[in-house]
């Protein structure tokens, strides 16, 4: 239970702490102002962003630029001279081209016909 | 947009804050000449240690700054919201400063010193700022609102987010318990034992 005299010490305690001056100093002021500045978001100031930028962030910058331009590469020089064992790994996958007269001969009856009317 | 001080003179704070949202760093140094003293003092009173509170006031206000974009004028006051974030800020340092004895601070002072008083009232209020980490958090942001910060219950309640019978509640038990813990300590500190 508290006593009339720790009432009385408590507040004057209390009263000590309300009576503290409190000045701001100049580099705790500069601080904060420094924060704000940094802080600050301008709406119309900040640069835009090019198309070429934001697709250039999406795909993940110059690393997956590499990843690419060398993906490319190697595409480019399979179609021009595709290794021998590329050419049997897809023989065995999609099969080997065939190429099948489907008229034989009956093209130059065709032709005959036409021309005796 | 740039600003002279003297048209923000009787804009709310909340007005300031979006203007400086909007890219008005004028508005920010408007708003730290009249938010700051009062939060480094809020923060000085509660841990008695001034790097401290000056860094308690930085970071405050660096969450302002932050909370800026997203403020709307209707829900709260910015210096609710200031209080609030300060008590959080000191209660937090307050809790990592426990185990810390009240008897290491609490040394008699020399009555021959120069500055006597000075140095008594730095023991009381050391002893004050040590004693509040011995209470439970909520009771210590109440006592040091009410009582150091001479805010109203309701206000409190606002600041805390609960009931004023909460706050009564809570002032009450921990000014007991504040009166508790110095009673021990009270010829230390300058005071006549009962």
């Not at chain 2, 203007?19 to 939060?39: F, H, M, Q, T």
């Not at chain 2, 942001?141 to 219950?153: F, K, T, Y």
């Amino acid at each position: 239970m508290m006593t009339k005299s720790d009432d009385e010490f408590l507040d004057d305690i209390f009263g000590t702490a309300k009576a503290q001056p409190t000045l701001v100093p100049d580099d705790l002021m500069a601080r904060v102002m420094a924060d704000a500045q940094s802080a600050l978001v301008k709406p119309d100031g900040a640069p835009k962003q090019s198309l070429f930028a934001g697709v250039f962030d999406i795909i993940g910058g110059w690393p997956s630029v590499g990843g690419l331009a060398m993906a490319g590469v190697a595409g480019l020089w399979f179609g021009v001279s595709p290794p021998a064992a590329l050419s049997t790994w897809t023989a065995e996958l999609i099969g080997v081209p065939v190429s099948v007269d489907l008229f034989g001969d009956t093209t130059a009856y065709f032709a005959e016909t036409q021309i005796d009317g | 947009m740039s600003t002279s001080t003297g048209s923000w003179a009787d804009a709310p704070d909340g007005a300031i804050l979006l203007a400086y949202a909007n890219g008005d760093v004028e508005a920010a140094r408007v708003l730290s000449g009249r938010l700051l003293p009062r939060v480094l003092a809020q923060a000085t009173r509660m841990l008695s240690d001034q790097a401290e509170a000056e860094d308690v006031a930085q970071e405050a206000m660096m969450r302002l700054w932050k909370i800026a974009p997203d403020w709307r004028q209707d829900e709260a006051q910015v210096s609710t919201w200031l209080y609030r974030v300060v008590a959080n800020l000191c209660t937090d340092r307050l809790r990592k400063r426990r185990g810390v004895s009240l008897d290491q601070i609490t040394e008699p002072a020399d009555p021959t010193a120069s500055a006597a008083g000075q140095i008594q009232d730095n023991a009381r209020l050391s002893a004050l700022s040590a004693a509040l980490t011995e209470l439970p958090e909520r009771q210590a942001q109440a006592v040091s609102l009410r009582h150091l910060e001479g805010l109203s219950n309701p206000d409190i309640a606002d600041i805390m987010n609960i009931s004023v019978r909460s706050v009564e509640s809570l002032t009450a038990r921990g000014k007991r318990a504040l009166a508790d813990i110095l009673r021990k300590h009270k010829s230390a500190l300058g005071y006549d034992d009962d």
